[in-house]
């Protein structure tokens, strides 16, 4: 009896021939080539009774063809004489640039161990982008050498709230638990270097001006209030405490950044720029000042002056700026990539402002909401995205015209980790509904549900091997 074929993302064309390949070793055994008659990220792998060959158009192709044929091989069956590797044509390669996925390490520290398994699944699902959210209100996760306190004050908070946050909830239980961590700059690498190894790129996001009280816990005098000592936020939710706008504090942000660029070698580096009150801005004189000498109408202005000081830095080092859309907002830099979070019509937006665009609708592709029954289910921030509804995710929105659609240059996943204070509460929420994402990322056919869910049965044990949780598919 043979074995079901269950590739996941599914290939663009896979077509099953007559025969099999017996041989001792498949993986071994198989041909692979760089060639020069494919683009760039095509792929084609071609077993018959005589042998296996795997093309690439580049290295980076070929590592998918590596990464698909290794899901073939599950379909192999042991005869005499070794292996009997199914007859295949596969020809494929990615609709997207930018196949991401991002992980908060911010809310609930993660030991990097399991970020390298999370590299390995990304890896696995041919995905390409591993975003790291390395700063919030409620930690700072980044070894910065000309600023220590920024890991041996904001890196740790004494405990942290219980139970699920409310909107307006001024009351809050406490674990009395502290919680923290952080990377050094050698770990940083480590998974910076193993995540090349396979193809994928680390995007580091150090969140500003908004959503930074751990950072001035550390050093008071980044924020408007200088005089109060603040410590790292023990709740969720959106903080006022946002950075000044003083000259000095643009400097602290600009050496904060040539730091994390000697750590981070690839093309984009993320400054946030999300949910940043302007409440303090409009009380301070300092502030205040500051949007007079600029010449600014509204306080609200100041965000994009701010991101546009810092962001001098990337462009110094040939570094391209990525920001959340509401960025869009702010007068940013015309070539920032923007990540379209708050739904499909942010897309469109940023898109037709002429900025390239990455997919990543809170509607469709959080994997901190609810996949089941909220009675049974853990902890989510809230909303309900099951499995199927990742798996029929849409990612160019309606009403683009060619050339806009063009500026769509990928979409990525996010896991904010609020409510996971642990490597196996994230695997539970992540998977699969990451697996279904990676056939959207990829381009694959949308096919039946029902087909997909083949495939993905067999799959699961490919997470299994990596040593990540799940949820059992119901």
């Known amino acids: 009896m043979s074995v079901p074929i269950a590739i996941v993302p599914a290939p663009r064309e896979l077509v099953v021939e007559e025969g099999r390949w017996i041989t001792a070793d498949p993986a071994a055994d198989a041909v692979r080539t760089v060639v020069e ?3 760039d990220t095509e792929y084609r792998i071609d077993v018959t009774p005589d042998g296996a060959r795997l093309s690439g158009g580049s290295d980076e192709a070929l590592r998918y063809a590596e ?9 192999a069956e042991q005869v005499d004489g070794g ?3 199914p007859a295949v044509r596969i020809a494929d390669a990615p609709r997207f640039g930018w196949r991401g996925m991002m992980l908060d390490v911010a809310r609930h520290f993660m030991p990097k161990e399991f970020v390298l398994r999370i590299v390995d699944a990304i890896a696995l699902h041919r995905m390409n982008v591993l975003h790291l959210h390395l700063t919030d209100d409620q930690g700072w996760r980044v070894q910065i050498d000309a600023y220590p306190k920024l890991t041996e004050v904001g890196a740790w908070r004494p405990e942290t709230m219980v139970g699920k946050m409310s909107h307006g909830q001024t009351e809050f239980s406490y674990d009395g638990t502290p919680h923290g961590g952080f990377y050094t700059k050698d770990e940083l690498r480590e998974i910076v270097a193993y995540a090349a190894e396979r193809g994928i790129t680390v995007v580091p996001e150090i969140d500003l001006p908004g959503h930074m009280q751990a950072a001035i816990a550390a050093y008071p005098e980044l924020g408007n209030h200088p005089d109060r000592q603040l410590g790292v936020r023990q709740y969720w939710g959106i903080s006022d405490d946002v950075l000044n706008v003083n000259d000095e504090t643009v400097e602290f ?11 981070f070698p690839g093309p984009y ?3 946030g720029g999300d949910e940043c009150p302007d409440v303090q801005w409009r009380e301070s004189e300092a502030a205040q000042a500051k949007q007079a000498e600029l010449g600014l109408t509204d306080a609200s202005q100041l965000q994009g002056w701010f991101t546009a000081q810092v962001a001098a830095v990337l462009t110094e080092d040939g570094r391209r700026l990525v920001g959340w859309d509401e960025m869009v907002e702010t007068d940013c830099p015309k070539d920032a990539v923007i990540m379209a979070w708050r739904g499909p019509d942010r897309g469109e937006v940023a898109a037709k402002a002429g900025h390239d665009v990455v997919m990543a609708p809170n509607q469709s592709v959080y994997f901190d909401y609810y996949q089941g029954d909220p009675a049974t289910e853990p902890l989510a921030i809230g909303h309900f995205t099951p499995l199927e509804k990742v798996y029929d995710f849409e990612v160019i929105p309606p009403g683009l015209t060619a050339e806009e659609q063009a500026r769509i240059v990928g979409t990525q996943c996010q896991i904010w980790t609020e409510y996971m204070e642990d490597p196996d509460r994230v695997g539970y929420m992540l998977f699969p509904r990451l697996c279904a994402f990676s056939e959207r990322a990829w381009g694959s056919e949308k096919t039946s549900y029902d087909e997909f869910i083949g495939r993905l049965r067999p799959h699961l044990t490919r997470l299994e091997a990596l040593g990540l949780s799940y949820r059992p598919l119901d």
């Open 253 to 263: 942000v600009r050496t904060v950044l040539r730091e994390v660029l000697d750590i």
């Open 83 to 85: 292996l009997a590797v």
């Open 37 to 39: 008659n494919l683009p």
């Open 269 to 271: 580096i993320h400054l």
């Open 67 to 75: 990464s698909t044929y290794r899901q073939l091989l599950d379909s």
